[in-house]
Nanobody, 121 residues
Framework: VQLQASGGGLAQAGGSMRLSCAAS????????MGWFRQAPGKEREFVAA????????YYQDSVKDRFTISRDDDNNTVFLQMNSLKPEDTAVYYC???????????????WGQGTQVTVSS
């Protein structure tokens, strides 16, 4: 599975941005999809994930009620709508394809290249 993320850029605090991730080379609807981010000097962290069915969503606490993950299986694309952006959301954002294990923990298997999101104060 190949993943291509896009939509990053510069936004002001309080603004919005939507990231997209197009998948190819596999059966998109078979995979759960997730977003991670990595800020300078920090480890990569989980942001959000959506089940293969699109019926269940999981978010990092710091982005709940601000970010929304969604998927379009007809176009093999996963989205991350980011609202009320904060400077601490600045990071390189990575999309992934993977699965949920028996503990409802998202496990990424494939990674896309990152897209930079910068939020100015």
């Amino acid at each position: 599975v190949q993943l291509q993320a896009s939509g990053g850029g510069l936004a002001q605090a309080g603004g919005s941005m939507r990231l997209s991730c197009a998948a190819s080379g596999g059966t998109f609807s078979d995979y759960a999809m997730g977003w991670f981010r990595q800020a300078p000097g920090k480890e990569r962290e989980f942001v959000a994930a959506i089940t293969w069915s699109g019926l269940h969503f999981y978010y990092q606490d710091s982005v709940k009620d601000r970010f929304t993950i969604s998927r379009d299986d007809d176009n093999n694309t996963v989205f991350l709508q980011m609202n009320s952006l904060k400077p601490e959301d600045t990071a390189v954002y990575y999309c992934s394809a993977g699965y949920f294990d028996g503990r409802n923990s998202y496990n990424p298997t494939y990674w896309g290249q990152g897209t930079q999101v910068t939020v100015s104060s």
